[in-house]
């Protein structure tokens, strides 16, 4: 077992235990990983300090369920963190929409224009999506989940889901080429 | 439908390497506040200082200072009135009621003029004390002096303004005892001038 592996287990064992040194050290160890997700899902950082505390807090009041066996801490800790920030969009916005579609048309756009961009100036332009669009195409595109799992995930159809999807990639065509013709 | 164009690809990759803002104390302060309310531990591990022992030593000071404060106030301010009382009475009492204090009084002034001659103690016929004017009110000062040195006579009096001719008088008739006339079983008779008979 590598070191950070055995650390990751102590700060494990502790967290079970109560400790909160124990606890402190595993939220310190996964702050950038579980900040790096919430600020996928939210509008500005402290929207995103929200969803890591509310997350944390999950964690580690459900630390017992954690079963190695099933799956990667990482993983659990991101399943967890992507639902937080899920629930913090629906707090703010409705997901279903009577606009379902069978297809998605594939947008035009340069993909050498992407590679120029930097991660702020694209998070910028998601951020402008509406919530529940900017949820979806942050799921999609991003976490890879398929329109079934988001489905399942958001509580929605898959052809909405795919219709979300769709408003997403006319959106960030329209913005994208703005921003480069 | 479901595969991710390269587009989405790059931009999911770009997502992934966001810059995190330096929130990590602030996120954590909020946690643990929430976790000690849901789930507090007993292990006295909360990972902060402990408090410093002084704290709950001047906390006990603090209360003792104020409780002895609180009873010193208590017993200063229940002890106020009745030693204002004490103070006031005696002088109600000279002022009122002790010949020798009112230089000026007219009953005192009789009362050296009676004292000269040998008069009989009461006229007979007033027994009321409400009747009985500064003359014979001068003939009881003797007695009114011995008898309102007690303590009830003393609390019987409302206030010092009230005067010499209106107040002990009637409040002290329960108490002055009437002297008695003379001997008893002695008539006039027995005291009549025989001549001696040869």
């Known amino acids: 077992m590598l070191a950070v592996e055995t650390e990751i287990q102590d700060m494990l064992n502790g967290s079970l235990a109560n400790k909160r040194k124990a606890q402190e050290a595993l939220f310190r160890h996964f702050y950038g990983f579980a900040m790096n997700i919430a600020l996928r899902y939210s509008r500005d950082e402290m929207d995103a300090a929200d969803i890591v505390s509310h997350a944390f807090v999950k964690i580690f009041k459900s630390i017992h369920s954690f079963d190695s066996t099933k799956g990667s801490l990482h993983a659990w800790i991101k399943r967890i963190v992507v639902n937080e920030g899920l629930d913090h969009i629906k707090s703010r916005t409705r997901f279903s929409e009577n606009v379902e579609l069978e297809t998605v048309p594939e947008p035009q756009i340069n993909n050498s224009v992407i590679e120029q961009m930097g991660a702020e100036e694209i998070m910028e332009i998601v951020k402008k999506l509406p919530p529940a669009t900017h949820a979806v195409f942050v799921l999609y595109a991003v976490e890879g989940y398929n329109h079934r799992e988001i489905a399942e995930k958001i509580n929605i159809s898959e052809g909405t889901s795919k219709w979300h999807l769709s408003e997403a990639r006319k959106f960030l065509q329209e913005q994208i080429g703005t921003l480069y013709n | ?198």
Do not use: C, H
């Open chain 2, 1 to 198: 439908m479901d595969e991710r164009l390269r587009y989405e690809q790059l931009i999911g990759g770009k997502l992934q390497s966001l810059p995190v803002p330096d929130m990590q104390d602030a996120i954590w302060a909020r946690i643990k506040t929430q976790l000690d309310l849901d789930i507090p531990t007993d292990d006295g591990d909360d990972g902060n200082t402990p408090p410093s022992p002084t704290a709950p030593r001047i906390i006990g000071w603090g209360l003792s200072i104020l409780i002895i404060a609180l009873v010193t106030t208590y017993f200063l301010t229940k002890n106020k009135p009745s030693a204002k009382n004490n103070s006031v009475q005696p002088t109600i009492i000279e002022q009122t009621v002790s010949p020798n204090t009112q230089n000026n009084s007219p009953p005192l002034q009789k009362q050296n003029t009676i004292d000269k001659t040998t008069a009989p103690v009461s006229t007979g016929a007033n027994n009321s004390f409400n009747d009985i004017g500064n003359d014979s009110l001068a003939q009881y000062n003797p007695v009114t002096n011995v008898e309102l040195t007690d303590d009830s006579v003393r609390t019987n009096f409302p206030s010092p303004s009230v005067t010499l001719s209106s107040l002990q008088l009637p409040d002290t008739s329960s108490i002055i005892k009437k002297k008695g006339r003379g001997m008893t079983g002695l008539s006039d008779s027995s005291y009549r001038i025989v001549p001696k008979k040869n």
